[in-house]
């Protein structure tokens, strides 16, 4: 048989009652900030834009990386430009903005 006997006083009880309130009616107005519409909205805008600065900073790593291994085909580690690679790749693009100056040309004569 449980013991039902309380030895505190009324007054006792009436404070821990009036905290037990005060705890609940902080809880409640948490829950009611959570689940109002502008905290809900907000909440999920900070989500796309964490999720939008993600992608951004991968892509960045990846272009940077990407750069940078372009740059090593075309500098040697002193910081000095490789003719022997620069050269063709030049002559390349002359000869097609040639090309399609030339083609620009045929089409409007």
Same mark, same amino acid.
């Given at each position: ?5 309380d030895?505190r ?9 009036? +905290? ?15 689940? &109002? ?5 907000g909440?999920?805008?900070?989500k ?5 600065? &993600?992608?951004? =900073?991968?892509a ?5 990386r990407?750069v ?10 002193? =910081?000095?430009?490789? $003719?022997?690679?620069? $050269?063709p ?12 100056? $030339?083609s620009t +040309?045929r +089409?409007?004569?």
């Amino acid at each position: 048989m449980a013991d039902t006997s309380d030895t505190r006083t009324p007054a006792q009880i009436e404070a821990d009652i009036k +905290r037990r309130r005060e705890v609940l009616a902080e809880t409640l107005d948490e829950i009611g900030v959570r689940v &109002h519409p502008k905290t809900i909205v907000g909440d999920a805008k900070a989500k796309v834009a964490a999720n939008i600065d &993600h992608t951004v =900073g991968r892509a960045y790593v990846q272009v940077n990386r990407a750069v940078t291994q372009a740059r090593a085909q075309f500098v040697d580690e002193n =910081g000095a430009t490789r $003719l022997d690679r620069v $050269l063709p790749v030049a002559l390349a693009v002359v000869g097609v903005v040639g090309l399609l100056a $030339l083609s620009t +040309r045929r +089409r409007k004569g």
